[in-house]
């Protein structure tokens, strides 16, 4: 089934205008269920903008969105969204939030976006027809982990998982180069795929976090795994590593 994708990473690009207009973001906090979890009026107002939208698009999609009652578990053909990845950052107006979208047929995405708003960085990608930054073709790093860039996430969710992700992280910071965290796991995935650094890492990541981003991975010759070696999934929250064909194989044998 072909889609539109510039039809879809204008509505993505519309909805980032959300974003930038933005003011008092940590006036308009709610906490949700977990540790450090937030949400704003702002992701509210991305996430109804964009099913409104691309439902004019793709009329026959479902849709699941973090913010909300969705099916994640449902395997129609569906958007999976993301409306602000990064919400702690656009809270403190840390300026490194995205948007992400991906429509996925079963347990994999065929279509996705991820749009940084506040630098113009668009990536997108469709299945079969590789990744794509502003237009131009990316691809991942030949580096192995040892001359190479780590990305993490902390699980702040869940701070049961912060011993033993330190733990490795410590394995990583020691090998590597160099270690960073930006604060959204979408922007992350697509670091990798352009090839600014290696490896991503993260315990218990939801689908909307990445599933735009594992088709972007993938399509520029990434690598998308689980920590035990399986596709993430769509359907569930995921352990997961995003790297290049060398990296993968160091980050695995430090774990």
């Given at each position: ?9 204008k ?16 006036e308009?906090?709610?906490e949700?269920?977990?540790k450090?979890n937030f ?15 691309l ?7 479902e ?5 909300g009652?969705?099916n994640?578990?449902?395997t ?8 602000i990845d990064?919400?702690?950052n656009f809270m403190q ?13 079963g347990?994999e995405?065929?279509?996705?976006v ?10 997108s990608?469709?299945k ?22 780590a990305?993490f ?11 033993e ?13 160099d ?9 992350d ?15 218990e990541?939801q ?5 735009a981003?594992?088709?972007?991975l ?9 920590y ?14 995003f790297?290049n064909?060398?990296?993968i ?7």
């Amino acid at each position: 089934m072909d889609f539109n994708i510039e039809q879809i990473i204008k509505t993505v690009k519309r909805a980032g205008e959300i974003i930038l207009t933005a003011h008092e973001q940590e006036e308009s906090v709610t906490e949700k269920e977990g540790k450090k979890n937030f949400v704003t009026k702002y992701d509210v107002a991305v996430q109804e903008y964009l099913f409104r939208e691309l439902a004019k698009i793709v009329p026959q999609a479902e849709f699941v969105g973090e913010e909300g009652n969705s099916n994640i578990e449902t395997t129609a053909l569906r958007f999976i969204v993301d409306p602000i990845d990064g919400t702690t950052n656009f809270m403190q107006d840390y300026r490194c939030s995205c948007i992400s979208v991906a429509i996925c047929e079963g347990d994999e995405a065929v279509l996705g976006v991820v749009y940084n708003p506040y630098s113009n960085e668009i990536f997108s990608a469709e299945k079969g027809k590789g990744a794509y930054l502003n237009d131009k073709k990316i691809c991942v790093s030949n580096r192995p982990l040892a001359d190479g860039l780590a990305l993490f996430g902390t699980s702040p969710y869940h701070p049961e998982n912060t011993d033993e992700t330190f733990a490795l992280l410590r394995k990583v910071f020691d090998y590597s180069r160099d270690i960073r965290r930006s604060g959204s796991a979408a922007y992350d995935i697509c670091a990798i795929a352009c090839g600014r650094c290696e490896i991503f890492f993260e315990k218990e990541l939801q689908p909307w976090d990445y599933a735009a981003g594992t088709l972007i991975l993938q399509e520029a010759g990434g690598v998308a795994e689980t920590y035990d070696g399986h596709s993430p999934s769509l359907s569930h929250g995921s352990d997961v590593i995003f790297s290049n064909a060398k990296a993968i194989y160091e980050f695995k044998k430090l774990m």
